[in-house]
């Protein structure tokens, strides 16, 4: 692998206006981390990697390259493009072991963290390294959020979210707290303000699965795409399946049940062009994966699902066709168009506001309309990428650290 590494390295032109770096939401020094890389200087690579991007394990396998980074470099024009995903990959997980360094010394303040997904996990990360005593409050039995129990093993090994776990949580004294809901049971949000936390992220995510609302939608063969890639095992789907979705998420939906012995599957995207990315519709084609072309459903059966098909103009505008009503038979049907986020501790909170999705309501810095209380990611944005969420997380972490600074010089000259 190294010598793959080191060949894709060579590659690089380092280029004075880098465009992959210009696409990089989380604006990565590529060029940098290559020279590093090339000059045998791997820890520095990998240090300056961690620091600019806490997940960067996890984006090296994750994100969509072929949009991004890989996508703007230039020799993507002409031929293939440098992979700076194998080579991420490559410093940040070899380097990843040698990070040993204990806990900050600490500056006396408690900070809540709400959800340890993407924007959680970066906002602990980042308050750590100032000092602050981090709390995280995690909902299920182990860290990770979307990462462990939306993407499947395949794509995201759950060691490397266990390894985050251990080095970047642990090792620096944050203290996890799993199976822990905030809002609407034991604990609330005036109970962490009461127990002197000065400020509380919340990054909760969006779990809610969206649904069609079409007859039929409550029968025993229907599944919702999250709640599948939470615990794959816990279903049995039979050997004919049916996804309604065409997104990345029902690609993962559609791989994992493929791994899992389901003979014949077949996607069903209302477009003529699916919503997933290139590279994940190309892997579930090659798995077998089957796809059916503006179809919209229509009702479910207990033997499958009825679609109706539809004409689609240039400008992407649907027309229904009539009398084209048609049975697609299956033994389980998986529904897998996005998510939405729960509601419970808006509604447990006091002065905290949502939009109409149901999404918290913050400002670009991650303010919310309670003082001290921050948000990010999904609960705010609705479901998008990893690095985006790491790269708006970023700016939030330096807004908390203002914010509680803000209350520090306040107390002090107020003594």
């Known amino acids: ?145 979307v990462l462990r129990y939306g993407i499947p093993e395949f794509r995201l090994p759950k060691s490397v979210l266990d390894d985050i776990q251990y080095r970047h949580l642990e090792m620096k004294g944050i203290k996890i707290r799993p199976n822990t809901t905030i809002g609407g049971g034991a604990i609330g949000i005036e109970d962490l ?90 892997y579930a084609k090659l798995e077998g994966v089957r796809f059916e072309y503006n179809k919209m459903p229509v009702e479910i059966l207990d033997n499958g699902v009825i679609f109706r098909d539809l004409l689609e103009d240039e400008e992407g505008n649907f027309t229904e066709v009539p009398a084209s009503d048609k049975l697609y038979e299956s033994d389980s049907v998986i529904i897998s168009i996005s998510q939405g986020p729960r509601n419970r501790i808006v509604s447990t909170t006091e002065g905290l506001k949502a939009n109409a999705k149901g999404l918290l309501v913050a400002d670009e810095t991650g303010h919310t309309s309670r003082p001290g209380i921050f948000a990010s990611g999904d609960v705010v944005n609705g479901a998008r990428t990893v690095v985006e969420a790491v790269a708006h997380s970023k700016v939030v972490a330096e807004s908390m650290h203002q914010y509680m600074q803000s209350l520090k010089k306040q107390y002090e000259e107020d003594k």
């Open 1 to 145: 692998m190294a010598l793959h590494v080191m060949d894709e390295a060579n590659r690089c032109l380092q280029c004075k206006v880098p465009q992959c770096q210009k696409g990089c939401p989380i604006n990565t020094n590529i060029p940098e981390a290559i020279r590093l890389l090339k000059e045998n200087q791997l820890d520095e690579a990998g240090r300056m990697l961690f620091e600019n991007n806490p997940l960067t394990t996890v984006c090296s396998l994750v994100c969509n390259h072929e949009k991004q980074c890989e996508g703007h470099c230039v020799l993507g024009k002409k031929g293939a493009p440098v992979h700076f995903s194998t080579i991420e990959n490559y410093i940040s997980t070899t380097y990843a072991n040698k990070m040993t360094k204990g806990p900050a010394k600490s500056n006396g303040m408690r900070v809540a963290i709400i959800g340890s997904g993407p924007a959680g996990i970066t906002i602990a990360i980042i308050l750590a390294r100032y000092g602050y005593q981090v709390t995280i409050f995690e909902g299920k039995d182990k860290i990770g959020g």
């Open 193 to 282: 303000f009461r127990d002197g936390y000065k400020a509380i992220f919340i990054g909760t995510g969006v779990w809610n699965p969206n649904s069609l609302h079409i007859k039929g939608e409550t029968f025993g063969n229907v599944h919702f795409g999250i709640n599948y890639l939470n615990n794959p095992d816990s279903y049995k789907l039979g050997d004919r399946v049916i996804v309604i979705g065409a997104g990345n998420a029902a690609m993962d939906v559609a791989r994992t049940a493929i791994r899992k012995g389901v003979q014949n599957l077949t996607c069903f995207s209302l477009s003529r062009k699916v919503a997933a990315s290139d590279y994940e519709f190309s």
